[in-house]
T-cell receptor, first 114, second 113 residues
Framework: DARVTQTPRHKVTEMGQEVTMRCQPI?????VFWYRQTMMQGLELLAY????????DSGMPKDRFSAEMPDATLATLKIQPSEPRDSAVYFC????????????FGPGTRLTVL | AQSVAQPEDQVNVAEGNPLTVKCTYS??????LFWYVQYPNRGLQFLLK??????LVKGSYGFEAEFNKSQTSFHLKKPSALVSDSALYFC???????????FGAGTRLFVKA
């Protein structure tokens, strides 16, 4: 049963520290998405990739967030420096290219910045 | 621009009763519509989708959704609710201009025993 995996599942850090979240998309999926979920803002799209190339990262605060896909099996989301307002659940999702294809979500990384 | 609206923050229903979770959409071309469910401390999980064809779409866990083009709606339904259906439900539309999926704000469903 193919699944999207994310590490770590939980992260507590102090303001100013660097945070790196990792995602392994489902093999054969060529689109990858990063979302952030909070009670106040709901589900926000931060960035997405097609065939490892970043297509849109307009949802990310550029000065502190960065997203990359070093290879087809790994996507990373980094926050440097982290701030308390970054506390949220971060989801990675993958899917096959195509308007009619659904996304498969990972279990999320719950980030708390103190 | 594509958008979806879920007019209810919360829906309460008794176990065994039918349930409906509402969704309306706005698209500039052919609509590609989805429903996802999120259980506590989990990622979103795909339920069903409308691409073309029959207006009644059947999905996982006994859920179905009715596509209504004239009312631009895609309501999620289930004939008999279970307590285990209690979760957060998201309606979504595919952005035909790119690769993004536009998600609604979510509707929390409570099913009481």
């Amino acid at each position: 049963d193919a699944r999207v995996t994310q590490t770590p599942r939980h992260k507590v850090t102090e303001m100013g520290q660097e945070v790196t979240m990792r995602c392994q998309p489902i093999l054969g999926h060529n689109t990858v998405f990063w979302y952030r979920q909070t009670m106040m803002q709901g589900l926000e799209l931060l960035a997405y990739f097609r065939n490892r190339a970043p297509l849109d990262d307009s949802g990310m605060p550029k000065d502190r967030f960065s997203a990359e896909m070093p290879d087809a099996t790994l996507a990373t989301l980094k926050i440097q420096p982290s701030e308390p307002r970054d506390s949220a659940v971060y989801f990675c999702a993958s899917g096959k290219e195509g308007y009619y294809n659904e996304q498969f979500f990972g279990p999320g990384t719950r980030l708390t910045v103190l | 621009a594509q958008s979806v609206a879920q007019p209810e923050d919360q829906v309460n229903v008794a176990e065994g009763n039918p349930l409906t979770v509402k969704c309306t959409y706005s698209v500039s071309g052919n609509p590609y519509l989805f429903w996802y469910v999120q259980y506590p401390n989990r990622g979103l999980q795909f339920l069903l989708k409308y691409i073309t064809g029959d207006n009644l779409v059947k999905g996982s866990y006994g859920f179905e959704a009715e596509f209504n083009k004239s009312q631009t709606s895609f309501h999620l339904k289930k004939p008999s609710a279970l307590v285990s259906d209690s979760a957060l439900y998201f309606c979504a539309v595919r952005d035909t201009g790119g690769f993004k999926t536009i998600f609604g704000a979510g509707t929390r469903l409570f099913v009481k025993a």
